[in-house]
């Protein structure tokens, strides 16, 4: 599955956005899809997961309550809902897409991945 981020950009401290990624080739409902995310100097980091049919949901710690990760398959796109924008999440992001929803924080065991969409939020 080809898979494309878009909708990151610049927001002020506190502020929302909503990037997406869609795929392509295939059918994403099939898949689990993760988010993570990497700042610069940084190691990417897992931010966030949902299952094929959207029933389970994983979030990092950092981001619970402030992110929502949500799926709509008949338009196989998966979005990332950030809300109450902190300056350290600032970073490119990144969706990936795997046919289990085991290990699926661990970023070695996927193997589809989209380019990153940059967030960069400001103080």
């Known amino acids: 599955v080809q898979l494309q981020a878009s909708g990151g950009g610049l927001v002020q401290t506190g502020g929302s956005l909503r990037i997406s990624c869609a795929a392509s080739r295939r059918t994403l409902s099939r898949y689990a899809v993760a988010w993570f995310r990497q700042a610069p100097g940084k190691e990417r980091d897992f931010v966030a997961a949902i299952s094929w049919s959207g029933g389970t949901t994983y979030y990092t710690d950092s981001v619970k309550g402030r992110f929502t990760i949500s799926r709509d398959n008949a338009k196989n796109t998966v979005y990332l809902q950030m809300n109450s924008l902190k300056p350290e999440d600032t970073a490119s992001y990144y969706c990936?897409?795997?046919?289990?929803?085991?290990?699926?924080?661990?970023?070695?065991?996927?193997?589809?991945w989209g380019q990153g969409t940059l967030v960069t939020v400001s103080s």
């Open positions: 990936a897409a795997k046919n289990t929803m085991a290990t699926v924080t661990t970023i070695k065991t996927y193997h589809n």
